[in-house]
């Protein structure tokens, strides 16, 4: 896509059309949203008024000032939709009329956004299937999203081959233990079973880089067909003891809504907060003061080792990011093969309904089933983690303690008659124990905690 933008620019100079567009950033979810997306590409037409005449400029700003009041009051869920209200293809068409030149209107990565459910499609939908002269729309999307049915489309996938091949011949060009007909060799048969996912290069570039010994073809032989077997391949050769782990990470990458630290998979996949144990004793025995213990006081190291387990277990699905902690997937491929609704649901930590295996088997690495994603077991799963950790001592101390004290100490500072904290209320604010004061208001505060978590 990024391509046809630079070449539509290229063409579109002379000829004084406006090629307006928006790219999905995998490390910003703000861009996965309707608003964000709307708003972003009215804005970007609505910046080229600014050298038009005085009376083409206050008629687009009526234009955006009247989609924004019925943006907001949609948002408000005040009153109903009334037939005044302008919507955000009625804005972006008025405007382009306004300036009486082409626009090009670029989206990209359409199925990666968020909340597309909510009206992102409809409304580029409505520039395409009404276009004025001047507006031709393209959309950037997998095949997978829903209400794009009536519209014109073409296929790429079947034209990939080339760019397959020429990524290929890149990448095998720097292993210096191939020969000129070994990288010819591997490079066909990567091109030929890579299909038309470009990820598969990337993972056949990685097998291909790991020890092998002649002769090449029966090396090749190994590589497995299409990216829905490669990605099939890499969990049944996971170590079994980093399995769950990943298949962890796995779910709550694809399934939670936001970002995925390493702190928060960590705690799920080691039941840190499932279970009651003496930990909360023994910090209080020792005198620190737990709830104010946060992940950054934990240790780097700590940290490290967590991010080289995950690394371990599932480099080729999952990125962790060094600073933030942030997991994500590799590529969007990763979400469509395991996020299957059609096979049954195998995910770690999941105890209502999981195939179960013996000893054996989970020492041998053998699958019970093909692991899957399912929506249903997958937030069932997540939203059971939550449930357990809000109701576990430890985690209350350790992340719900201060907004406890913040909490009862407004609940003071509110009284009518300026009442001030005694003394058995302000030592609850001062000290970390569990007294009958310190949890005055643990019911509301854990509300807001579960209201951060989910």
Not at 23 to 34: A, Q
Not at 408 to 413: G, M, S
């Amino acid at each position: 896509m990024a391509a046809v933008v630079h070449e539509l620019q290229l063409r579109s100079a002379d000829k004084g059309a406006f090629v307006l567009y928006f790219f999905f950033n995998d490390g910003d979810d703000t861009t996965k949203r309707i608003e964000q997306i709307l708003s972003h590409l009215l804005q970007q037409v609505y910046q080229l008024v600014s050298q038009h005449p005085t009376e083409t400029i206050e008629k687009s700003n009526k234009l955006v000032s009247s989609y924004m009041k019925g943006n907001k009051s949609a948002k408000s869920g005040q009153g109903e939709s009334k037939k005044e209200d302008v919507t955000f293809a009625d804005a972006f068409r008025g405007i382009v009329e306004l300036l009486g030149k082409p626009a090009y209107v670029m989206v990209d990565a359409l199925d990666e956004c968020m909340d597309r459910s909510k009206g992102l499609v409809p409304s580029p939908r409505e520039l395409i299937e009404e276009p004025l002269p001047l507006i031709k729309a393209v959309v950037c999307s997998r095949p997978d999203v829903d209400g794009l049915d009536q519209i014109s489309t073409i296929k790429v996938e079947g034209n990939n081959g080339p760019d397959i091949k020429l990524n290929a011949e890149t990448e095998l060009a720097t292993p210096p233990s191939f020969t000129a007909y070994e990288r010819e060799t591997a490079t066909t048969k990567v091109v030929e079973k890579a299909g038309s996912y470009f990820r598969y290069v990337d993972l056949a570039i990685g097998f291909l880089k790991q020890p092998w010994q002649r002769p090449l073809k029966r090396h090749l032989e190994q590589l497995p067909e299409g990216l829905e077997a490669f990605y099939e391949q890499i969990i049944k050769k996971t170590d079994p003891a980093y399995l769950d782990l990943l298949k962890t990470c796995l779910t709550w990458t694809i399934l939670a809504e936001g970002k995925v630290h390493v702190a928060e998979v960590i705690d799920v996949y080691s039941r840190a907060y499932v279970t009651e144990d003496d930990d909360a004793q023994r910090f209080q025995d020792s005198g620190s003061d737990y709830g104010a213990l946060t992940t950054s006081q934990l240790g780097t190291e700590s940290d490290k080792l967590f991010i080289a387990q995950i690394r371990t277990a599932g480099s080729a699905l999952l990125d962790v990011d060094n600073e933030s902690k942030v997991i994500q997937l590799r590529h969007n491929t990763v979400a469509d093969h395991f996020l299957n609704t059609s096979s049954h649901s195998f995910v770690a930590g999941d105890d209502i309904g999981s195939p179960r295996q013996c000893e054996t088997c989970r020492r041998a690495g053998k699958s019970a089933d093909k692991f899957v994603v399912t929506e249903k077991h997958g937030h069932l799963s997540i939203a059971t983690a939550i449930l357990k950790h809000l109701q576990n001592e430890a985690f209350r101390r350790r992340y719900l303690l201060p907004y406890e004290r913040v909490e009862l100490k407004r609940t003071y500072e509110d009284r009518p008659d300026g009442y001030e904290l005694d003394e058995k209320a302000q030592e609850g604010l001062e000290k970390s124990d569990t007294s009958e004061t310190t949890g005055v208001n643990t019911a509301a505060s854990a509300s807001d905690a579960e209201h951060l978590a989910l």
